[in-house]
């Protein structure tokens, strides 16, 4: 099932360069609870997401559908790729990260910290050192629908980087209300990390923060890049001119390298993650509630999920 062009909502011109007005949104499947995470693997050529509270993952490819890759899933969130081409995963159910090897074993990333359970792995990036960095809001342990309900061990609500080689994890910001999606900028000397706090308090945030990446290492500047003006940010990627895509409760929002609003891709549900994947990394997936969505873009994904 498609949409028309009348999806594009243009607030600044230099959207017009970013989209395709003729691509229509393709919905390529329905039959979800909440869809997270969205990967894309070239190399497989196949688009990997998660069915969240249904605690499956589900694979869609081009011509040959879906079906499940993973079940139980752990109740999974946020996914991504390494710099090895291998998945890796923020599981609310079980509180951790994990990574799936390339035989399909699963590593145990992270777990804990300062022999603290994580509260519930949101979302996740790899930087080109091979560090992982990744969320941990209350969501999962907030209920029985999208992990298990249970009192945070954690004081805080963190953003965490990992090194895969040594197993040494350092919470590099302490004070986010309820850190969500994250992403680099091109060059990797920022990131954007979402804070979706007002999902359960209105005057709580609903905006995207930077910051200055120092030696690869820390986070320094602190400053608000943007904020969303329906429903709250959840998962986001940027793309190589440096512009965010982020979901949003009316579509997909676009905003610019200094985090002006260039645009949105209205979508018909509460969009929860995005990414770009297809031959050419110029497809932009959705997910949106029960629905996995797809439109050609202009430009192409930094990430390589």
Known sequence: MSQTSSIYEIHDDRFRFLIVPSSPLDELYSDCRWAEGPVWFADQGCLIWSDNPNERMLRWVEGGGVSTFRSPSGFSNGNTRDRQGRLV????????????????????????YQ????NSPNDVVVRSDGSVWFTDPTY????????????????????????????????????????????????????????????HDPSRPRHIRAFDVIDGR???????????????????RVDVYGNIWTSAGDGVHCFGPEG??????????????????????????????????????????????
Not at 115 to 118: F, I, M, S, V, Y
Not at 218 to 236: K, M, Q, S, W
Not at 260 to 269: F, V, Y
């Open 218 to 236: 820390t986070l320094a500047n602190n400053r608000e890049h943007c904020t969303i003006d329906a429903g709250l940010p959840d998962g986001f």
């Open 89 to 112: 995963t923020c599981e609310h159910g079980t509180r951790r990260v994990t990574r799936t090897e390339i035989d399909g074993s699963i590593t145990v990333l992270a777990d804990s």
């Open 140 to 199: 999962g342990i907030m209920s029985n629908y999208e992990g298990y309900r249970a009192d945070p061990e954690q004081e805080t609500r963190n953003v965490y980087r990992l090194n895969p080689q040594t197993g040494a994890l350092d919470a590099v910001v302490t004070d986010f209300g309820q850190p969500n999606g994250l992403a680099f900028s091109p060059d990797e000397s920022i990131l954007y990390v979402a804070d979706s706090s007002s999902s």
């Open 260 to 305: 002006k609003l260039l645009g949105k891709i209205l979508i018909p549900q509460t969009v929860a993650n995005v990414t770009f994947g297809g031959p050419r990394r110029n497809r932009m997936f959705i997910t949106a509630t029960r629905s996995l969505y797809a439109v050609y873009t202009a430009t192409i994904g930094t990430s390589l999920g």
């Open 115 to 118: 022999g603290k359970r994580l």
